[in-house]
């Protein structure tokens, strides 16, 4: 281990270690169970940790009798999307709050059905010894530990982002530590990195992935770095299904590869492909041994749920081309002959998607004035165009690598389809679904584009363009904390 950190440079380390910090300062800020999906999140670790098995549908109450009665006490449901609400504040609160985590309240009855049930149980597992080290405590103390891994995590995608610029750009660098540094001061992923939720494990994981192929790539196939493409899939599959979306991508960086090597090597690179594809699915047929000998779980608990938290999304009696026309408009200009899925001039790709990246937080029941989400589209049409003079630069050394980015857009594409058909299923079930968070396993593209738009700036200009850029992000990150205190505690 030590000499594996060795190999590490010391810029990627401090990257790592500056987004633990800035996770850690979020995780301080955040109330309890005020990130999406934290409760259901860890009233799962938590029945995990007490009985030793995942949660499951059922007549049981999702939450123990100490998690529900500490959310009451906490006010949970009465600041849950209702911004005009703060939490406990008095110290007649206070006392209240502390009387319900001194009683000894059961932990184990809860494990029934939630939006988090039906996830695969990676993230929780490893919850599950944060929370078992923190057995003596009471649950707010177990609650920060399951939180300390979220921030631990944070640490390692923008590590694994650090070394796919690396890969990506080897001649600069610079601009490894600016597209880095600009992924941990990113406020949302820095948000969701303070709560208890498995997000937190798929951008590593998908990361992780993203970092290896890019290895390969530069570095070349060999059974080591195919193995470590498909052990970083295979678990980001087990932590939570969205990580299918690079399903594809993988796919074609393996033809890509083997392609690229003399025929005569071939038959070792697709063994090498081979095994990369055992090393992934070692940890799928484990979890589903488990699930059918041991937990009495469907087969493969969260297939049906790429990214959302309930099971049944995909509206079965919609039209395949309504499904279409709902992907064509979440992203581009509704065409003539559509019918519009959006009424009321709402436009999701600036409404949700860039809007929500900006910034929006809690359980989107707050976010920036609006003049800041302007000023921020100007900063990325600045950003974007000095990234596209970049590319138009090395246009020549693009058109050698045009496999490999080929792998890389068809990752970016795979998310955003299979996060437009469950948005689509849940709206036609009259619930909302799709938020910005999705698009944050894609975070190593992020600081890709900061790298470039920071070269983009020229040899002499570049890094203090990079460093330009890394001070936005960090005012950014900063001015997104203070509108969380002011949310809570103002």
């Known amino acids: 281990m030590r000499a594996a950190l060795r190999r590490i440079p010391p810029a990627g380390r401090a990257c790592a270690l500056v987004a633990v910090a800035n996770a850690l300062a979020w995780s301080l800020l955040v109330p309890p169970f005020q990130v999406p999906d934290e409760n259901a999140h860890f009233a799962y670790v938590q029945h995990l940790?007490?009985?030793?098995?995942?949660?499951?549908?059922?007549?049981?109450?999702?939450?123990?009798?100490?998690?529900?009665?500490?959310?009451?006490a906490l006010k949970e449901f009465d600041v849950t999307t209702r911004p005009e609400n703060r939490p406990i504040w008095s110290r007649l609160e206070q006392d209240a709050l502390e009387r319900v985590l001194a009683s000894d309240l059961p932990r184990d009855d809860g494990g029934g059905w939630s939006n988090a049930t039906n996830n695969p149980p990676l993230y929780h597992l490893l919850g599950?010894?944060?929370y078992r080290a923190g057995s003596g405590g009471d649950l707010l103390d177990r609650l920060a530990l399951v939180r300390l891994l979220s921030v631990l995590l944070a640490g390692a995608t923008v590590l694994c982002v650090f070394g796919f610029l690396r890969e990506l750009l080897p001649g600069t660098p610079w601009a490894w530590s600016a597209g880095a540094l600009a992924a941990a001061f990113q406020p949302l992923f820095g948000f969701m990195s303070a709560g208890v939720n498995n997000?937190?494990?798929?951008?590593?994981?998908?990361?992780?992935?993203?970092?290896?192929?890019?290895?390969?790539?530069?570095?070349?196939?060999?059974?080591?770095?195919?193995?470590?493409?498909?052990?970083?899939?295979?678990?980001?599959?087990?932590?939570?299904?969205?990580?299918?979306?690079f399903a594809p991508a993988l796919a074609l960086a393996a033809v890509v590869l083997v392609r690229r090597v003399p025929r005569g090597e071939r038959g070792r690179a697709a063994r090498a492909v081979a095994l990369a594809a055992g090393v992934a699915a070692a940890p799928v047929a484990l979890y589903v041994a488990v699930n059918a000998l041991a937990w009495d779980r469907p087969l493969w608990a969260g297939a049906a749920q790429f990214s959302a938290g309930t099971s049944d999304e995909i509206a079965p009696d919609a039209s395949l081309r309504e499904q279409l026309s709902y992907l064509w408009q979440w992203y581009l200009p509704r065409l003539p002959f559509m019918e519009d899925q959006f009424a009321g001039g709402y436009y999701p790709l600036w409404e949700n998607s860039f809007k929500g990246f900006v910034g929006r937080f809690g359980w989107l029941d707050y976010g920036f004035e609006a003049w800041v989400y302007e000023l921020a589209l100007a900063v990325v049409c600045v950003v974007l165009a000095l990234a596209g003079a970049e590319l138009w630069r090395r246009r020549a050394a693009l058109r050698r690598r045009a496999g490999e980015l080929a792998v890389y857009a068809l990752a970016a594409a795979g998310l955003a389809i299979v996060i437009?058909?469950?948005?689509?299923?849940?709206?036609?079930?009259?619930?909302?679904?799709?938020?910005?968070?999705?698009?944050?396993?894609?975070?190593?593209?992020?600081?890709?584009?900061?790298?470039?738009?920071?070269?983009?700036?020229g040899r002499?200009?570049?890094?203090?363009?990079?460093?330009?850029?890394?001070?936005?992000?960090?005012?950014?990150?900063?001015?997104?904390?203070?509108?969380?205190?002011?949310?809570y505690y103002g």
């Open 460 to 487: 002499r200009l570049g890094p203090a363009a990079g460093a330009a850029i890394v001070v936005a992000a960090i005012a950014h990150g900063v001015f997104a904390q203070l509108i969380t205190i002011a949310r």
């Open 49 to 72: 940790a007490e009985t030793g098995a995942p949660p499951r549908a059922g007549d049981r109450p999702g939450a123990s009798t100490e998690l529900f009665r500490t959310e009451i």
């Open 199 to 245: 997000d937190a494990l798929l951008f590593a994981a998908a990361a992780a992935t993203l970092f290896a192929v890019a290895r390969c790539f530069r570095r070349g196939l060999t059974p080591r770095r195919a193995a470590a493409v498909g052990a970083a899939f295979g678990l980001g599959l087990v932590a939570k299904a969205t990580l299918l979306a």
């Open 420 to 457: 437009g058909v469950a948005g689509y299923g849940a709206r036609k079930q009259g619930s909302g679904f799709e938020q910005a968070r999705y698009y944050l396993p894609l975070l190593p593209l992020y600081g890709a584009i900061v790298a470039l738009a920071a070269r983009g700036a």
């Open 128 to 130: 599950a010894v944060a």
